[in-house]
Nanobody, 119 residues
Framework: QVQLVESGGGSVQPGGSLTLSCAASGSFSKIWIMGWYRQAPGAQRELVATVGHSNTNVADSVKGRFTISRDNAKNSVDLQMNSLKPEDAAVYYC??????????????WGQGTQVAVSS
C-alpha cells in the first residue's frame, strides 16, 4: 500500500510564507506525477501544482508565488508558498499518480494539511 505523508501546514499572516512537504512510502514501481491540490471551505478541490516526468503544471492563481520541487530519489515533493493571500487558505492535499509493481497506475492522496491565512 502507498501512503502520502504531508507536513508543513500552519497559520500565517497575509504576505507570509510556508513550505509544504510530502513523501510517498510503501511498495510501488514509480511515481509518474506528484504534486499538490487544495480545497477551501465550500469549494471543490483544485490543482495547485504538479510535476510529471518532464513538465510542471502550476495554477494561474499561484503562479509567481508558489514553487513546486520534486526529489525523485526521496519520492517527495515540496511546495514553497510565498506572498500568501487569504484566498490561499485551504486544506492542501498531496497527490501522486503511481505505477504499481503489478503494472497498474493509481491515484493517491494525502490526508491533507491545513493552511490558514489571517485576514
Amino acid at each position: 500500500q502507498v501512503q502520502l505523508v504531508e507536513s508543513g501546514g500552519g497559520s500565517v499572516q497575509p504576505g507570509g510564507s510556508l513550505t509544504l512537504s510530502c513523501a510517498a512510502s510503501g511498495s510501488f514501481s514509480k511515481i509518474w506525477i506528484m504534486g499538490w491540490y487544495r480545497q477551501a471551505p465550500g469549494a471543490q478541490r483544485e490543482l495547485v501544482a504538479t510535476v510529471g516526468h518532464s513538465n510542471t503544471n502550476v495554477a494561474d492563481s499561484v503562479k509567481g508565488r508558489f514553487t513546486i520541487s520534486r526529489d525523485n530519489a526521496k519520492n517527495s515533493v515540496d511546495l514553497q508558498m510565498n506572498s500568501l493571500k487569504p484566498e490561499d487558505a485551504a486544506v492542501y492535499y498531496c497527490y501522486a499518480y503511481i505505477l504499481s509493481n503489478d503494472g497498474y497506475p493509481n491515484s493517491y492522496w494525502g490526508q491533507g494539511t491545513q493552511v490558514a491565512v489571517s485576514s
